[in-house]
């Protein structure tokens, strides 16, 4: 069994910045990248940033594009989004997702359906 705990979310206010972890624990597991999206209240689930096992490759959209950064600890099986210039838009609750299917573009992991496991999200409040 494998699982996804995030930790790091919390009230904040606008441009401040916050460190989001995500720890993998349970049998050996290597997913083929690790992806985090997020999900405000009355919207649908959004794709904010991915980073492949082979070479560290990541991706993001462009709505986020230059205020998120996606790492990776190898050693601790945790990955970690860094939210810098925090937006009252941001405002939602994050998930971390494993991908079990190999894609030959990174941008394909920006699906949901490339992920097999889903951590339980934390929340996120940014005020303005």
């Known amino acids: 069994q494998v699982q996804l705990v995030e930790s790091g979310g919390g009230l904040v206010q606008a441009g401040d910045s916050l460190k989001l972890s995500c720890a993998a624990s349970?049998?050996?597991?290597?997913?083929?990248?690790m992806g985090w999206f997020r999900q405000a209240p009355g919207k649908e689930r959004e794709f904010v940033a991915v980073?492949?096992?082979?070479?560290?490759?990541?991706y993001y959209p462009d709505s986020v594009k230059g205020r998120f950064t996606i790492s990776r600890d190898n050693a601790k099986n945790t990955v970690y989004l860094q939210i810098d210039s925090l937006k009252p838009e941001d405002t939602a609750i994050y998930y971390c997702a494993a991908a079990t299917v190999q894609y030959y573009s990174t941008s394909a992991y920006s699906s949901d359906r490339a992920y097999a496991y889903w951590g339980q999200g934390t929340q996120v409040t940014v005020s303005s």
């Open positions: 980073i492949r096992r082979s070479g560290g490759t990541t």
């Open positions: 349970g049998r050996t597991f290597s997913p083929y990248a």
